[in-house]
């Protein structure tokens, strides 16, 4: 039986959709009989594991710059797999998991997580450019295949001179044992829920909030999610200033309570310039909550399945988008979340998205024909 070895950074549940999706792929994997494990760090003091299964091997987490660890190094010299499956980019323990498969001739993956769109090289821009041009570049062409979650994503990658194979694995959805049932509101809940920083323009939220001509007695705001406090103090002080009512910051929520809130909402709203797959997302239209996202997200399927809308991101636009959607008769919005539903189950859970990855890890170790959702230069 393959092995395959998954190397993050962190798994813990501040790491938010990274940490998900790797553990939610991983346990797929399994349960489809594979033999996968997942490297990382123990968690910092204020954060814990996504979850505690026994093929998460956890080192001692030094918190030195670049995550570096020479524990790390030492497990991969003494533990071999036969594919290394990279989530994420800039930190040592990626640059180590490709240059040991490389020494030990092994085929090795990189999922760059988003982590090269435009948008995110522009923060810390020359330190990137530095690395990108002494490593990361041949790092990425000569591994097996680098994993995109998207199009647009592998667009970016192709920008930056990336001519290995990419594949355009989504990532998974953990889906309920049973159906989520959708609910009948009888007040509207608009609601913002992920990391709370400036790159999320949740600002644009209540700017929108404050232009809407109607009768807001019936209608929340609700802000789920915890991050950066200056941020956080700002988004308070606009609401003060602009006297907004209706408005509710929960701050960070987990487990069965998110999964509540988010059953509660009447819709989500994502107001990002740009997300790499926004896993917020899928996790709402499970749920039955149609989404209004923004085209910086690579959602245009809320439009092409009539679950939610895929919108430019001025707040002019999410004006009248939250207007249309506060206003749109609550059958309706039932059969949106209904569409939503049967969007993610038919290509986001976690079963398809596993049977993908083992197709990938034998078209790598074995050849014959390539999967339709890898594409060569």
């Known amino acids: 039986m393959n092995k395959i070895l998954h190397a993050i950074s962190s798994l813990g549940i501040n790491n938010g959709g990274p940490s998900q999706s790797v553990y939610y792929t991983v346990k797929g994997l399994r349960e489809q009989g594979l033999d ?3 490297l990382t760090y123990q968690p910092a003091k204020n954060d814990k594991f996504i979850s505690n299964e026994s093929y998460i091997i956890a080192l001692r987490n030094k918190n030195l710059p670049f995550a570096y660890s020479s524990e790390y190094k030492q497990f991969l010299q003494k533990n071999f797999y036969d594919i290394y499956h990279a989530q994420g980019i800039w930190q040592y323990p990626i640059f180590v998991i490709t240059k040991l498969a490389r020494k ?8 760059p997580r988003g982590m090269l769109y435009p948008q995110s090289l522009a923060i810390s821009k020359l330190k990137k450019q530095l690395f990108l041009n002494l490593f990361l570049i041949n ?8 994993h995109a979650t998207c199009l647009e994503e592998m667009q970016h990658l192709r920008s930056l001179r990336i001519k290995s194979p990419i594949a ?9 044992i049973t159906n989520c049932k959708l609910r009948i509101a009888n007040n509207k809940k608009i609601a ?19 232009n809407l001509d109607l009768d807001k007695t019936n209608a929340e705001l609700i802000i789920i999610g915890d991050g950066d406090v200056n941020y956080i103090k700002f988004l308070k002080a606009e609401q003060q200033r602009l006297n907004l009512k209706n408005i509710v910051f929960t701050g960070f929520l987990a487990g069965e309570v998110k999964e509540n809130a988010i059953s509660s909402l009447s819709y989500l709203v994502v ?3 740009f997300e790499n797959f926004g896993m917020i997302i899928p996790e709402a239209l499970i749920h039955g909550v149609p989404v209004i996202a923004s085209k910086g997200t690579p959602w245009e399927e809320l439009n092409t399945h009539n679950c939610g809308w895929w919108v430019d991101n001025d707040v002019d636009t999410l004006t009248t988008t939250i207007e249309k959607a506060i206003r749109l008769p609550e059958k309706e919005r039932l059969a949106m979340g209904k569409r939503g539903q049967e969007l993610i189950k038919n290509n986001y859970s976690v079963e398809i998205v596993a049977k993908k990855m083992i197709r990938l890890y034998e078209w790598i170790l074995n050849g014959g024909e390539k999967p339709e959702f890898v594409y060569l230069n």
Do not use: F, M, Q
């Open 271 to 273: 107001p990002s310039d």
């Open 139 to 146: 790092d990425l062409n000569k591994a097996a295949v680098v």
């Open 168 to 176: 355009v694995i989504p990532n998974p959805v953990n889906l309920p």
């Open 104 to 111: 030990y001739k092994k085929p090795y993956i990189i999922t």
């Open 36 to 38: 996968a494990d997942i």
């Open 192 to 210: 913002y829920l992920g990391r709370v920083h400036p790159r999320k323009n949740i600002e644009r939220l209540l700017y929108a909030w404050n």
